[in-house]
T-cell receptor, first 115, second 116 residues
Framework: TQLLEQSPQFLSIQEGENLTVYCNSS?????LQWYRQEPGEGPVLLVTVVTGGEVKKLKRLTFQFGDARKDSSLHITAAQPGDTGLYLCASHQILHSGGYQKVTFGTGTKLQVIP | GAVVSQHPSRVICKSGTSVKIECRSLDFQATTMFWYRQFPKQSLMLMAT?????????EQGVEKDKFLINHASLTLSTLTVTSAHPEDSSFYIC????????????FGPGTRLTVT
């Protein structure tokens, strides 16, 4: 079973600071998604990365996929209070030739941005 | 597009009763739906994968007789928590995939279950 470790688990920063969240796996991802979840709501997809070394930008968020496709990072520039939430990485692993995909979520990073 | 709804959003039930949670894809057909459970301040744990017209595939440690999943149509999957106990209290979230291609899932808003 693929394990996804996220670090840090908790992060409390002041508005305007930069931060990076990491997602690491024991095995290769076929693809990796980053989600943000607010309390009492379902996760919202931020980005999907597929190619090793890929970098995607979404406004102040920069997502990077490791060359070996076993790790990924999310960097937020000039964090805002609205960035507060639980950030989750998730991977899909094809378990057999029939195409069944097992989805595994990372351990999560809870971010609090203080005004 | 790609909206997933869940009903109810919150439910309180007494121990020993059963509760049904619905997951609907509103503007697309979902051949595969997933059910997750999330405890406070923790990540999502996959409970089962539901394919339309076939039996659900349960993750290890999830009791299939306790968590009954039915995926009767391409837009509806239901999770029934049978003989609920306080330890079943949790946040249950479903997600759906569009067709067979692609890895992206779209999540419902979740259902908060409290068993008293």
């Amino acid at each position: 079973t693929q394990l996804l470790e996220q670090s840090p688990q908790f992060l409390s920063i002041q508005e305007g600071e930069n931060l990076t969240v990491y997602c690491n796996s024991s095995s290769v991802f076929s693809s990796l998604q980053w989600y943000r979840q607010e309390p009492g709501e379902g996760p919202v997809l931020l980005v999907t990365v597929v190619t090793g070394g890929e970098v995607k930008k979404l406004k102040r968020l920069t997502f990077q996929f490791g060359d070996a496709r076993k790790d990924s990072s999310l960097h937020i520039t000039a964090a805002q209070p609205g960035d507060t939430g639980l950030y989750l990485c998730a991977s899909h692993q094809i378990l057999h030739s029939g195409g069944y995909q097992k989805v595994t979520f990372g351990t999560g990073t809870k971010l609090q941005v203080i005004p | 597009g790609a909206v997933v709804s869940q009903h109810p959003s919150r439910v309180i039930c007494k121990s020993g009763t059963s509760v049904k949670i619905e997951c609907r894809s509103l503007d697309f057909q979902a051949t595969t739906m997933f059910w997750y459970r999330q405890f406070p301040k923790q990540s999502l744990m996959l409970m089962a994968t539901s394919n339309e017209g076939s039996k659900a595939t349960y993750e290890q440690g999830v009791e299939k007789d306790k968590f009954l999943i039915n995926h009767a149509s391409l837009t509806l999957s239901t999770l029934t928590v049978t003989s609920a106990h306080p330890e079943d209290s949790s946040f249950y979230i479903c997600s759906a995939k569009i067709g067979l291609a692609g890895d992206e899932q779209y999540f419902g808003p979740g259902t908060r279950l409290t068993v008293t």
